[in-house]
């Protein structure tokens, strides 16, 4: 772990330390996202946390995926669907 000291401007600004760019792999015109908890402040490439959250939901949509099969594979569906169709041809005449 790199520990650095900076300034904080009068407009709230911080500059970055090169050797905490470098090895964070932050470079110009990256965009990073600023968490605060409990008076502690962590940033982190916002690619970086895209990624996660990515992948944080991958399981999710797998299991929403295999709930909806079943539902989508459901004969009493595909029977009230016909019905429905049935009822609304007729409804034309």
């Known amino acids: 772990m ?4 900076i300034k904080v401007s009068g407009k709230g600004q911080i500059a970055i330390p090169q050797t905490i760019r470098n090895k964070a792999g932050i470079k110009k ?3 990073l996202i600023i968490f605060e908890s409990n008076g502690k402040i962590l940033m982190e490439k916002a690619q970086k946390v ?8 991958k399981d999710l949509l797998k299991f929403s995926e ?3 099969e079943s539902v989508w594979e459901n004969k009493a569906d595909d029977i009230w669907s016909g019905y429905l169709a ?3 041809a007729g409804s034309r005449h």
């Open 86 to 88: 049935k009822k609304r």
């Open 29 to 31: 015109g990256d965009e």
């Open 50 to 57: 895209s990624e996660k959250i990515k992948d944080d939901f």
């Open 2 to 5: 790199l520990t650095k000291t």
């Open 66 to 68: 295999q709930s909806l």
